[in-house]
């Protein structure tokens, strides 16, 4: 195996999920060449994935140039294996899996497509099949070597910038342990817990003298996060906007990260920053990071967590908290 393509047109968590079979496929073949094609709302992780030699971008559809050129390199470079690493049916990865024409040709089993895209394909994930079990599987196809646990780096310059960006914040109250609340995606209705619930438990923790509290959002969320900041009972900073790996950078400098599950939840966990979240049961089956520095609520609801009440998520968070001592 000299060349190796891995294939992910998803979202920036989805790419970041999968970094722990990206460095199992490194670990398997130390020596080859490993490219990773991704659509254009992942562009900014890739330079933080340290298992990649080179990349290739899917740009958005108006983008005929781009595309265009992205299509000649696809095609024009050998490749030796190819991975699909959605576990869901895509029509463009698989027209891209098809495109690359690698001898070798990997997949979940999708129960749908054209036959023969795929020269091996591994059992369709279960619907509570957690996603780096289903990463286990198909790293176990290639006899790589896996382990669960996502891994981001971030570049020296990324971790400058989020420095400067913090200390240009104004010094607000609280004690030295640093709490970030993000309370976005916004486009996901049943997945995301109320604002006004967000808002009354940063309240409570604003009546913590050994709680630094911040908020931050994606892009785009940041007049939705205000609004929420701007009820509170004192000012809260609201971390600058800044590209991807400057926002890990400052997330770095946290000891929790509090959340709805989003990209930003992955990236925080990929960076060894401790997290909690509000889960769904569909969420926290298949998504929750996991070990001891991850904890959060789980709701009764498959796909809402909307129901967890401020009083259930503040015990939990205070049980989290004094679990986080030894980290």
């Given at each position: 195996?000299e ?60 983008k ?39 001898p070798?040709?990997l997949?979940?089993d ?20 957690h996603?780096?079990?289903?990463y ?80 931050m ?6 007049d ?25 950078g ?60 401020v ?12 679990r986080l001592?030894?980290?």
């Open positions: 195996m060349r190796i393509t891995a294939l992910y047109i998803g979202r920036v968590g989805d790419v970041i999920v999968a970094t722990s079979f990206l460095r199992a496929v490194r670990r398997r073949h130390p020596k080859a060449r490993i490219r990773l094609i991704v659509g254009w709302r992942s562009t900014q992780v890739l330079p933080l994935i340290p298992f990649i030699d080179e990349s290739l971008v899917l740009e958005k559809p108006g005929v140039g781009a595309n265009f050129r992205f299509a000649w390199k696809a095609l024009r470079e050998p490749c030796d294996l190819l991975v699909d690493l959605n576990s869901s049916y895509s029509k463009t990865s698989t027209l891209i899996a098809r495109a690359v024409g690698a070798r040709r997949a979940f999708k129960g749908r497509g054209p036959a023969g895209v795929f020269t091996e394909l591994v059992a369709a994930p279960g619907e509570r099949e996603m780096w079990d289903r286990g599987r198909l790293a176990a196809a290639l006899d790589a070597p896996y382990d669960q646990d996502p891994e981001l780096r971030l570049p020296p310059d990324d971790l400058d910038e989020a420095d400067r960006l913090l200390a240009g914040i104004p010094p607000s109250g609280g004690g030295s342990f640093r709490i970030v609340i993000h309370p976005g995606n916004f486009d996901r209705f049943s997945f995301r817990w109320p604002e006004e619930k967000f808002a009354a438990l940063a309240d409570r923790l604003l009546d913590d003298t050994r709680v630094k509290l911040f908020f959002g994606g892009p785009g969320e940041r939705k996060v205000a609004a929420i900041v701007k009820t509170l009972k004192r000012p809260v900073p609201i971390l600058p906007s800044a590209r991807l790996g400057v926002s890990g400052m997330l770095k400098r946290m000891n929790l990260f509090v959340c709805n599950i989003t990209g930003t939840t992955h990236l925080a966990a990929a960076l060894g920053v401790p997290t909690f979240g509000f889960y769904a049961g569909y969420t926290q089956a298949v998504w929750r990071p996991r070990g001891a520095r991850h904890g959060g609520t789980v709701c009764a609801e498959w796909e809402s967590c909307r129901e967890t009440t009083d259930e998520a503040h015990a939990a968070l205070a049980d989290h908290v004094k001592s030894p980290f």
